[in-house]
């Protein structure tokens, strides 16, 4: 079992830039692909980026370029790095963990283990 904890989410204005970092306890993070998730209130939730333990990445079309994705396995954390952010990245934010190491998944029901997500607001 494992434990994720979102953190980094705030009010932030078009172009600011944040980082997400997600804690993980119960197990090492290291045996698992992370990604991240997000909703917007009354859509569905999407893919934004997954990391494989080897560090291999995949993200969405529409942060391409602008987030970065990473982990670090001593400290348990995978972190997402938001730059150029803009009113439609306005969203909770959820880290997700994938049982199977070297996935880069973007089907949500892929992942075993989530967070409770950490809103992140971007105003124009």
């Known amino acids: 079992q494992v434990q994720l904890v979102e953190s980094g989410g705030r009010l932030v204005q078009a172009g600011g830039s944040l980082r997400l970092s997600c804690a993980a306890s119960?197990?090492?993070?290291?045996?698992?692909?992370m990604g991240w998730f997000r909703q917007a209130p009354g859509k569905e939730r999407e893919f934004v980026a997954a990391?494989?333990?080897?560090?291999?990445?995949y993200y969405a079309d529409s942060v391409k370029g602008r987030f970065t994705i990473s982990r670090d396995n001593a400290e348990n954390t995978v972190y997402l790095q938001m730059n150029g952010l803009k009113p439609e990245d306005t969203a909770v934010y959820h880290c997700?963990?994938?049982?199977?190491?070297?996935?880069?998944?973007?089907?949500?029901?892929?992942?075993?283990?989530w967070g409770q997500g950490t809103q992140v607001t971007v105003s124009s």
């Open positions: 990391i494989s333990r080897s560090g291999s990445t």
């Open positions: 997700a963990a994938d049982r199977t190491p070297y996935s880069l998944s973007y089907r949500s029901y892929d992942y075993e283990y």
């Open positions: 119960g197990r090492t993070l290291s045996t698992y692909a």
